[in-house]
């Protein structure tokens, strides 16, 4: 009975819920992330079942404090080819995100990248495909990338946008590392119900609705639209570096005046 007090007692204790997944606490903890579009897809360390995709992911917790006894993470899908890549150690607390796309045909002349940035949170895409964003190691390794040459982008809310090219080798590990840097300026889409109202930023007209802003400094601005037959609209609108901004303006039609209502004069003398 006191054996298990204490089983139980270390469980409650060691893990965090976080959504539907349970984190555990424990010092030396680090966590691999399996990332991929076929929901119920199976995954293994070697032989060891982790466990399933569900939601685009796994997160699978281990023990970083020891050498991995695995060496290969292996994913099945009915109707697929199975898939095994080699196994890479995460750190302490920390997340590494696996990528695994499978194929029906084959995994020849494919490859893997290791994307790398830093801080984390970035989002890496080859010809304009999504490989997804990195996690808070900063570290999203995707499997079974076709070999080519491909223009790379680092994306990111408030950063510059890195555009690269880079080749991937068959058989082979590419490591791409950015280091992202905060974007000055931003972009802003600015529409009006109904269109065509005068747009003024700042005081300064710059056209008429809807439009598109390019190259405007981050941090607050005043929005005001003017249209005749119409009350001003202004709002305080934040533009974040890097990022695409949206405002949607509802013009409120100016009240028409009250009729000016006269009393009747009764001349002097009549009834």
């Known amino acids: 009975m006191l054996l298990t007090s204490l089983v139980l007692f270390s469980t409650i204790f060691c893990c965090q819920a976080l959504g539907d997944e349970k984190r555990f ?39 970083t404090t020891v050498a991995p006894s695995w060496k290969n993470v292996r994913m099945e899908y009915s109707g697929y080819l199975p898939y095994a ?25 494919t490859g893997m990248v290791r994307f790398i940035s830093e801080p984390a949170g970035a989002e890496f895409l080859l010809n304009d495909k999504s490989m997804g964003t990195t996690p808070d190691s900063g570290v999203l390794i995707a499997y079974t990338v076709p070999r080519g040459l491909y223009v790379v982008n680092a994306q990111k809310p408030g950063d510059q946008t890195i555009t690269d090219q880079l080749y991937v080798d068959d058989n082979a590990v590419t490591t791409y590392r950015v280091k992202m840097i905060p974007s000055p300026l931003g972009e802003l889409n600015i529409y009006s119900n109904p269109d065509g109202g005068e747009i003024f930023v700042d005081n300064r007209m710059v056209g008429l609705a809807p439009l598109h802003l390019k190259d405007i400094t981050t941090g607050e601005h005043t929005v005001m639209i003017r249209k005749a037959g119409y009350q001003d609209w202004v709002a305080n609108v934040s533009v974040l570096g890097g990022s695409l901004g949206s405002v949607e303006a509802v013009l409120v039609s100016t009240p028409a005046p009250e009729p000016v209502v006269t009393a009747d004069v009764t001349e002097p003398g009549k009834q």
């Open 85 to 109: 890549g080699p196994y890479i150690q995460t750190e302490p607390d920390k997340t590494i995100a696996y990528k695994i796309d499978l194929s029906k045909t084959s995994y020849e002349r």
């Open 25 to 63: 606490s424990s010092p030396g903890i680090g966590y691999i992330e399996v990332r991929s579009d076929l929901e119920g897809a199976r995954v293994y360390f070697d032989t060891l079942y982790m466990g399933y995709i569900s939601g685009g992911k796994l997160t699978i917790p281990v023990d």
